[in-house]
């Protein structure tokens, strides 16, 4: 189990490797979506490495680079879905400002930055799990496209396959973590779910880029909107 | 405790994998069902619009061949003979067998407005469509066959539509004529808002029920064909008492 979990971990920081160098060696998808796309790829690898690194010199747990990670990627995100989803300002406009509202909330009066932020990663679950259905209606209401040639359709996926995935364990993470002390050995169960989450969007997200790369539309607005 | 809380993640997780997956599958499948849904659409407007097409060209051609029998057999004939009677009065050198040739003239100018008027009808030109319609309707009347027009509003209809809709009466006038065996015909025209409203009754025999089905034969894919090309709607019926009934509805919202 140990060795399947330190595989994986290997697995999950360099899977966003892929779609980073795709992005960078070819030049077709300058588009707003591959841009941001390509920084949450980016940022993702980042923290992945950083955490590897951070845990190891620095502090004995995640939490530091996780929440900055979390705050980071819920902006990067919701600017995606702004891009992707028509008429969707109103909408990303609110949950950014009710996200930033939260997190300084929690983070100055509730939680330290060194432990897990309920409200941070729930709320960011809950998001992004409900734009990802917000895309699929939207792109259901768009008529005669192949959905399977279509990076909007693989970005909504990679989003909602990670936290749909992610929804239970970000919902009881501080109290395994915390009230329970769960032993290291004990959280490898559920943490490989968090490894299988992250190489599935990373990857998802990779081929998302090469669809864009291709040509294939990227976002739902009206062509000439922006 | 531990191992309750973390099994319970595990299995549920896997429960809400599931369903993600099931959403995923779900617009999958849902998008496939549309895409065969609009092919099958788009299928049967290309068939329609294929059998319009056939329609129209076999109409056309079928017009080209009346005008050339015409042309071949009145006017050509009737020139063939002005030159003969020139000929013979150029080598009697007599101005009195030039008689007949006036005679001929006027046939010929008669014959060639006939064939202009069937082209354009001139009365549709300067008097408008109610009066090129009651004029069609005089011309088959007699007392075997009576026409009326029940009703008319004032349509304003553009020149090229108020032809469509010309042709679209003669070609129905000519299926009571030809099949219908009818004593009456009755017309009507009214204006309802943004809509033209038409309706065409006759009480013959009306539509056999193999034409009515496919909306094909007795000349139906033509009138279709005119009333699609003026925003029309159009629909062939049976009346319960016996007849053809006719609706033609006439939308000028785009106009």
């Known amino acids: 189990m140990e060795v399947f979990n330190d595989w994986l971990t290997d697995l999950s920081r360099v899977s966003a490797i892929a779609g980073i160098l795709y992005y960078i060696f070819t030049k077709g998808q300058n588009t707003p979506v591959g841009k941001t796309v390509f920084l949450i790829l980016l940022l993702s690898f980042i923290s992945d490495s950083a955490i590897y690194f951070f845990i190891r010199l620095i502090y004995p747990n995640s939490f530091i680079i996780g929440n900055s990670w979390v705050i980071l990627n819920y902006f990067l995100m919701v600017w995606v879905f702004y891009k992707i989803l028509n008429k969707s300002y109103k909408l990303c406009l609110a949950i950014a400002i009710a996200f930033s509202i939260g997190s300084v909330v929690t983070f100055g009066f509730i939680y330290d930055y060194k432990e897990a932020n309920f409200f941070t990663s729930v709320f960011s679950t809950i998001s992004f799990i409900a734009l990802s259905l917000v895309t699929y209606f939207q792109l259901l209401q768009k008529p005669g496209k192949r959905l399977l040639l279509q990076p909007v359709f693989w970005i909504a996926t990679s989003f909602f396959i990670y936290y749909s995935l992610l929804l239970l364990r970000n919902v009881f993470d501080s109290y395994l973590i915390f009230e329970l002390n769960i032993s290291s050995e004990a959280y490898t169960a559920i943490n490989i779910i968090n490894l299988f989450a992250n190489i599935t969007k990373n990857f998802i997200l990779f081929y998302a880029l090469v669809l864009i790369d291709k040509g294939y539309p990227d976002t739902l607005k009206p062509t000439g909107a922006t | ?255």
Do not use: C
């Not at chain 2, 849902?30 to 099958?40: A, F, G, I, S, T």
């Open chain 2, 1 to 255: 405790m531990e191992g309750k809380v973390i099994l319970l993640v595990i299995i549920g997780t896997i429960g809400v994998m599931l369903m993600a997956f099931s959403v995923v599958f779900f617009v999958l499948l849902y998008r496939r069902k549309v895409l065969e849904n609009e092919l099958e659409i788009q299928g049967v407007k290309t068939r329609h619009q294929t059998e319009m097409l056939n329609a129209t060209l076999k109409s056309q051609e079928a017009e080209r061949n009346r005008l050339g029998t015409e042309l071949h057999d009145g006017v050509g004939a009737m020139l063939s003979t002005i030159k003969l009677n020139l000929e013979v009065a150029k080598r009697k050198g007599d101005i009195q067998t030039l008689g007949p040739v006036l005679g001929h003239l006027d046939d010929t100018i008669s014959q060639v407005r006939g064939i202009s008027h069937q082209m354009m009808p001139i009365i549709l030109d300067k008097y408008g469509l109610k009066r090129a319609v009651e004029d069609l309707f005089d011309k088959i009347s007699d007392g075997s066959l009576s026409t009326s027009i029940t009703h008319w509003d004032e349509s304003d209809l553009e020149q090229q539509n108020s032809l469509m809709l010309y042709r679209i009466v003669q070609e129905l006038l000519n299926n009571t004529i030809k099949h219908a065996e009818a004593t009456e015909i009755d017309f009507s025209l009214m204006k309802d808002g943004l809509t033209l409203k038409v309706q065409y009754t006759d009480n013959g025999k009306g539509f056999p029920a193999e034409v009515l089905e496919n909306s094909q034969g007795m000349g139906l894919l033509n009138i279709k064909n005119r009333a699609q090309a003026i925003n029309a709607s159009v629909s062939f019926e049976n009346k319960n008492e016996g007849g053809a009934k006719v609706n033609l509805v006439i939308d000028r919202s785009i106009d």
